[in-house]
């Protein structure tokens, strides 16, 4: 998308902050999916996404580019206290019938830990606007039903942490 400038020349416009802070999140979740699929180093992840993934077209519509900052520090996140977070999550979502929390699909695992790492650590941004964010990553992947379980577990972890 381009907007001419006072000379009459076209400019790129650079896209909002909220719109690179939701793309930095999805690079994010997705950078900490394939870490879980193929142990590649997180620094390396971060590295590919952020040069040779943001701008990537999907279904002809060029991504916006991330906030790379918040995305390393997301990934970054995750992976420094990653025992942490899934004790936190461990403890908001339903357990199966011998007690013990039920296993959470990769991709969803990768949502909620991105979610509650920034519950945690972003004490600075108004946890609903992490949690919508996360939703709309969610939705991005699956259907409502999905959506309805990160928020299930993301808003009473927000209200956990941010009592």
């Known amino acids: 998308m381009t907007s001419p400038d006072k000379t009459g020349s076209d400019k790129q416009q650079k896209p909002s902050a909220k719109a690179q802070a939701m793309a930095a999140r999805l690079m994010a979740v997705q950078a900490l999916y394939q870490n879980q699929q193929n142990q590649k180093p ?3 992840l971060v590295k590919e996404y952020i040069e ?3 701008g990537m077209e999907i279904d002809g519509e060029a991504m916006v580019e991330p906030d790379g900052v918040l995305m390393k520090k997301i990934v970054d996140g995750v992976h420094q206290r990653h025992e942490e977070l899934n004790e936190i999550i461990a403890g908001h979502t339903k357990k199966s019938e011998d007690g013990k929390s039920r296993e959470t699909e990769p991709l969803l695992k990768a949502i909620l ?3 509650t790492y920034e519950l945690l650590a972003h004490q ?3 946890f609903p606007v992490i949690i919508n964010d996360y939703i709309n990553v969610t939705h991005a992947f699956y259907d409502s039903m999905e959506a309805g379980l990160v928020n299930g577990v993301l808003d009473p972890i927000a209200k956990l942490l941010r009592a």
């Open 42 to 44: 997180v620094g390396t």
């Open 52 to 54: 040779y993934r943001a």
């Open 113 to 115: 830990l991105a979610g």
């Open 124 to 126: 600075d941004i108004d």
